[in-house]
Nanobody, 118 residues
Framework: QVQLVESGGGLVQPGGSLRLSCSAS????????MAWYRQPPGAQRELVAR???????WHADSVKGRFTISRDNAKNTVALQMNSLRPEDTAVYYC????????????WGKGTLVTVSS
């Protein structure tokens, strides 16, 4: 059974930092591109950052220079370090695992809420 379990969300003041973590089980982690998405209140889900199986990273312009995605293949985890948080970063953050081959396989976590407010 595949599970992606996010942790690390919470309430933080503007300018603060949080570190989200996603623990994966039931997949061969090394084969998957891992990503973080977020869904702000009343808005669509958007891609925040991703890291490929070969550790190539991509970050959305809105978070570039503030957020950093990383992965630990030995621990089957992916993290999102979030610094200089802004109120507009408030959202439910979702972990995603995708493997593209002859059949595309895509898994989601249940999400963790990040609230940036004073």
């Amino acid at each position: 059974q595949v599970q992606l379990v996010e942790s690390g969300g919470g309430l933080v003041q503007p300018g603060g930092s949080l570190r989200l973590s996603c623990s994966a089980s039931g997949i061969h982690f090394n084969d998957y591109t891992m990503a973080w998405y977020r869904q702000p209140p009343g808005a669509q889900r958007e891609l925040v950052a991703r890291i490929s199986s070969s550790f190539i990273t991509w970050h959305a312009d809105s978070v570039k220079g503030r957020f950093t995605i990383s992965r630990d293949n030995a621990k089957n985890t992916v993290a999102l370090q979030m610094n200089s948080l802004r109120p507009e970063d408030t959202a439910v953050y979702y972990c995603n695992a995708i493997r593209v081959s002859t059949v595309t396989v895509n898994y989601w976590g249940k999400g963790t809420l990040v609230t940036v407010s004073s």
